[in-house]
């Protein structure tokens, strides 16, 4: 007799797939991507995804069954196994943690574990610990309780010792369940008995209401609603048309008068005006927009470099037309959930439903039905915007990708693993559909320009902007300076402070910049000199004064501001350095008149934290908007006159190679922001050292001379996009440990790399959450394999996880780790 067998996909960190066994009629239905829950470990229930169908048992292990089929057609393409297996090879990581990012939660069913009990407890005759009463007793009120059930009865969280106890006395039985958590959003609609639908039986109805006026005013409504719209009517629009309670609509219902009903909705709808008119491109955007489907004819990728404001989203809209019109799906790429808002805003005014959001922020359930609209190509699931995660979707028909302000730090991944860098994977996404992709950025990375350098990518420059606005005058303020005259008040310079009042004076916006949320970062005693450190990082706790607290930025630890010194009692407290939270109390003081509101971490928590600061201020209710990095990301403010860097010093002095190149894209981003209507911006810079070249490249907005130098720099110092990144980071509770095994991989390294191996160093944090890190860098030349390195990598590191002493190091494997 044949035997049947799948190998699946597993959604934990395994090194290969795993084998089960099924019948010949689940061979004959099951297809590739199509999801099972099937048995892992001793009790753990997964839902994996099957890869491939066959008829050859595993040798090492004997083939469990599967428990169920979980779908009725596949919910991964084979493009997209494609595309995770290149994820898998390339960053150094398992499939299954690429599919666990990849499948929003509530794909992904696992099983939870059930305690029954055993028998009755009046039976029980051997003697039970405190914490085991209180089990077996709650199991009398209820027939079966979950672990977190457990975990809330006993207020510990070691519990498993007491349900491994339990079951050894054999008083409770375990099993586990299956739960499946996607619910499909249900809406309540009321329509008429079809009793009623004649005039005669309708006359009577309204004859026998007369008696009950408040009931025959809503029938009456019904009515009116009815007849404007042809559209099916919601229990909630006909409540917030009526005045009148819950309990007459009920009495209308159960008088069968009324019926209710329910229909299945999408979480998310588009129900904004849809703008008709054809978008019409200036003489040089249609130039562009010409370059870059000329470059498509010879090339899959191609850059667009365009000043800050030039039109790019526009020229973005022309080609997303161009797809949609053959019927094929687009992905915007966007590097920050905040620049998601305003854009979603321009799409759907101009595409409407066609347009789809994808990225964290949504709930699980939100996602998963983006995700069916992308797997069934719907009219839904044509334009995707996301953030870095929507790169894994399942495409059916891709017909563009565009990856807008391609520089951003925040494609990359960096915990937990698949570590992929979303802009790199998108070009592959677009390879295997053999569709082209789009870069945009004003502040290109050296990488991308290197490679349009090298003809590997077309180049389009757009060098003008939009309406022929001038770009903005920068000024470079000298701190030193201003300190030395005694011209400053607080962190403001007085120059500074006559261009706000300036624009504040003629209606316009002001927005200031410090990349650092807040109040300060260090809290100091002046007897001693003793800070507040975290005691699970090194690093000094930041003072946030909204909640009076002391928080780490590294693993949440938080504490009250202390009143007086924790090493010699003294009350002389003092802050040093500034935040975001400094700056707007500052500013506050500064410009009493004045609105003031903070764009940071701290003030966008929750699902619409970025759109309500967003919007607030697009509508002018704000005067001065204090943010942080998340300012930069290509947002449009039409009515930014003046943009203030409040310290240009601190991201120039960052001990990473990339720390010129980025503050260059952030200092110039941030500028972009102001002037992009007819009035000219301002842009205002202070600085300890206005002479840096850097700082002289941002005023003069000369990218050119920026990328040359740092090129120089990079060919000197072997670093990308000249040389290849592979950085190995080991962790670990004790500091010896993570010594020794540091030491141990770098020296089996060095024996195949030589001097390409740098390390191993503590970084500048070096214990965060209790385990400290020490990192390990692997430099790849041109002339070097990247597989035959990464395939040494893994053996290495194959070899080290089998030595006893190491197997508790964690080690993490980060490919292209810039």
């Known amino acids: 007799m044949t035997a049947y067998f799948i190998d699946v996909i597993l959604p934990i960190p395994l090194p290969k797939?795993?084998?089960?066994?099924?019948?010949?009629?689940?061979?004959?239905?099951?297809?590739?991507?199509?999801?099972?829950?099937?048995?892992?470990?001793?009790?753990?229930?997964?839902?994996?995804?099957?890869?491939?169908?066959?008829?050859?048992?595993?040798?090492v292990y004997e083939a469990k069954p599967i428990y169920q089929i979980l779908d009725n057609h596949a919910t991964i393409t084979p493009k997209q196994i494609e595309l995770f297996e290149w994820i898998a090879a390339y960053y150094l990581c398992t499939i299954g943690e690429v599919l666990r990012a990849a499948l929003p939660s509530g794909f992904l069913i696992e099983s939870e574990t059930i305690i029954k009990s055993a028998?009755?407890?009046?039976?029980?005759?051997?003697?039970?610990?405190?914490?085991?009463?209180?089990?077996?007793?709650?199991?009398?009120?209820?027939?079966?309780?979950?672990?977190?059930?457990?975990?809330?009865?006993?207020?510990?969280?070691?519990?498993?010792?007491?349900?491994?106890?339990?079951?050894?006395?054999?008083?409770?039985?375990?099993q586990e369940e299956l739960f499946e958590t996607y619910k499909p959003k249900l809406v309540k609609y009321v329509k008429l008995?079809?009793?009623?639908?004649?005039?005669?039986?309708?006359?009577?109805?309204?004859?026998?209401?007369?008696?009950?006026?408040?009931?025959?005013?809503?029938?009456?409504?019904?009515?009116?609603?009815?007849?404007?719209?042809?559209?099916?009517?919601?229990?909630?629009?006909?409540?917030?048309?009526?005045?009148a309670s819950d309990s007459v609509i009920n009495s209308l219902i159960d008088k069968e008068v009324l019926e209710v009903y329910h229909q299945k909705t999408d979480r998310v709808n588009y129900e904004g005006i849809i703008n008709t008119e054809a978008l019409v491109l200036e003489d040089f955007q249609q130039t562009a927009l010409q370059e870059i489907q000329k470059s498509f004819e010879n090339n899959s990728v191609c850059l667009v470099h365009g000043v800050t404001s030039s039109g790019?989203?526009?020229?973005?809209?022309?080609?997303?037309?161009?797809?949609?019109?053959?019927?094929?799906?687009?992905?915007?790429?966007?590097?920050?959930?905040?620049?998601?808002?305003?854009?979603?805003?321009?799409?759907?005014?101009?595409?409407?439903?066609?347009?789809?959001?994808?990225?964290?922020?949504?709930?699980?359930?939100?996602?998963?039905?983006?995700?069916?609209?992308?797997?069934?190509?719907?009219?839904?699931?044509?334009?995707i915007i996301g953030a870095r995660s929507s790169v894994l979707l399942p495409f059916k028909n891709l017909g563009l990708v565009i990856v807008d302000e391609e520089h951003e730090q925040s494609y990359k991944q960096f915990d937990p693993a698949p570590r992929y860098h979303a802009r790199d994977?998108?070009?592959?996404?677009?390879?295997?559909?053999?569709?082209?992709?789009?870069?945009?950025?004003?502040?290109?990375?050296?990488?991308?320009?290197?490679?349009?350098?090298?003809?590997?990518?077309?180049?389009?420059?757009?060098?003008?902007?939009?309406?022929?606005?001038?770009?903005?005058?920068?000024?470079?303020?000298?701190?030193?300076?201003?300190?030395?005259?005694?011209?400053?008040?607080?962190?403001?310079?007085?120059?500074?402070?006559?261009?706000?009042?300036?624009?504040?004076?003629?209606?316009?916006?002001?927005?200031?910049?410090?990349?650092?949320?807040?109040?300060?970062?260090?809290?100091?005693?002046?007897?001693?000199?003793?800070?507040?450190?975290?005691?699970?990082?090194?690093?000094?706790?930041?003072?946030?004064?909204?909640?009076?607290?002391?928080?780490?930025?590294?693993?949440?630890?938080?504490?009250?501001m202390p009143q007086q010194c924790g090493a010699c009692g003294s009350h002389h407290l003092d802050t040093k350095g500034f935040g975001t939270e400094q700056i707007e109390s500052e500013a506050k003081q500064l410009f009493p008149k004045s609105k003031?509101?903070?764009?940071?971490?701290?003030?966008?928590?929750?699902?619409?934290?970025?759109?309500?600061?967003?919007?607030?201020?697009?509508?002018?209710?704000?005067?001065?908007?204090?943010?942080?990095?998340?300012?930069?990301?290509?947002?449009?403010?039409?009515?930014?006159?003046?943009?203030?860097?409040?310290?240009?010093?601190?991201?120039?002095?960052?001990p990473d190679f990339r720390a010129h190149e980025r503050s260059f894209q952030?200092?110039?981003?941030?500028?972009?922001?102001?002037?992009?209507?007819?009035?000219?911006?301002?842009?205002?810079?202070?600085?300890?050292n206005p002479d840096h070249s850097i700082l002289q490249q941002v005023s003069q907005n000369n990218y050119y001379e920026m990328f040359a130098q740092q090129m120089n720099e990079r060919h000197n110092f072997k670093y990308p996009p000249l040389y290849r990144l592979i950085k190995i980071t080991l962790k670990h509770k004790d500091f010896q440990k993570t010594n020794l095994a540091a030491e141990w991989y770098a020296t089996s390294l060095r024996q195949l790399f030589a001097e390409a191996v740098l390390g191993p160093e503590f970084p500048p944090v070096s214990r965060i959450r209790n385990q400290y890190h020490k990192n390990i860098l692997i430099k790849i030349g041109s002339k070097q394999s990247l597989k035959k390195t990464k395939e040494a990598i893994v053996k290495i590191n194959n070899s080290f996880q089998s030595v006893k002493d190491f197997r508790a190091v964690k080690v993490v494997l980060n490919v292209d780790n810039y």
């Open 17 to 59: 797939l795993f084998t089960y066994a099924i019948s010949e009629a689940e061979s004959d239905f099951l297809k590739p991507g199509m999801r099972v829950a099937v048995p892992f470990g001793k009790r753990k229930v997964y839902t994996a995804v099957v890869y491939s169908i066959h008829q050859n048992p595993p040798l």
């Open 119 to 174: 028998q009755k407890f009046t039976d029980i005759e051997v003697s039970l610990t405190d914490d085991e009463f209180l089990i077996m007793e709650a199991l009398q009120h209820q027939s079966s309780l979950s672990i977190d059930e457990v975990v809330a009865i006993l207020e510990k969280k070691q519990v498993l010792p007491v349900v491994n106890s339990l079951i050894e006395k054999g008083l409770v039985i375990v």
């Open 193 to 243: 008995n079809d009793a009623y639908k004649t005039e005669t039986t309708l006359r009577g109805l309204l004859e026998n209401l007369t008696s009950a006026p408040k009931q025959r005013e809503v029938v009456l409504t019904f009515f009116s609603m009815s007849a404007r719209s042809t559209q099916a009517i919601k229990m909630e629009t006909l409540k917030a048309e009526i005045n």
């Open 312 to 383: 790019k989203t526009e020229i973005y809209i022309k080609l997303i037309e161009a797809v949609i019109d053959k019927e094929q799906q687009a992905l915007y790429l966007v590097p920050e959930i905040a620049l998601t808002t305003q854009l979603v805003e321009r799409l759907q005014a101009h595409f409407g439903d066609l347009v789809a959001v994808f990225h964290s922020r949504y709930s699980s359930f939100e996602r998963m039905e983006v995700w069916n609209h992308v797997l069934q190509n719907t009219s839904k699931g044509r334009i």
């Open 425 to 560: 994977t998108a070009i592959v996404l677009a390879s295997l559909f053999k569709v082209k992709t789009l870069l945009g950025s004003a502040t290109p990375s050296l990488e991308s320009y290197y490679n349009a350098r090298q003809h590997k990518y077309a180049l389009v420059e757009i060098n003008q902007r939009f309406n022929k606005v001038q770009m903005p005058e920068m000024e470079l303020v000298d701190l030193k300076d201003a300190h030395k005259r005694k011209r400053m008040k607080g962190h403001f310079s007085l120059r500074l402070i006559d261009e706000i009042n300036e624009a504040l004076g003629n209606k316009l916006q002001v927005i200031l910049f410090q990349n650092r949320r807040g109040y300060s970062p260090i809290v100091e005693c002046l007897s001693c000199g003793h800070a507040p450190q975290c005691p699970n990082c090194d690093v000094s706790l930041t003072y946030h004064q909204y909640r009076n607290q002391l928080r780490c930025h590294y693993c949440g630890h938080h504490s009250a």
């Open 596 to 654: 003031v509101a903070r764009m940071d971490l701290d003030t966008t928590r929750g699902k619409y934290g970025y759109q309500k600061v967003i919007g607030s201020f697009q509508d002018q209710e704000v005067d001065i908007l204090v943010g942080t990095q998340m300012l930069t990301k290509g947002l449009d403010f039409r009515n930014v006159k003046v943009v203030g860097i409040m310290n240009a010093d601190n991201s120039l002095n960052f």
């Open 666 to 688: 952030l200092m110039t981003q941030v500028a972009g922001r102001a002037g992009r209507t007819d009035i000219r911006g301002k842009v205002l810079i202070q600085t300890f």
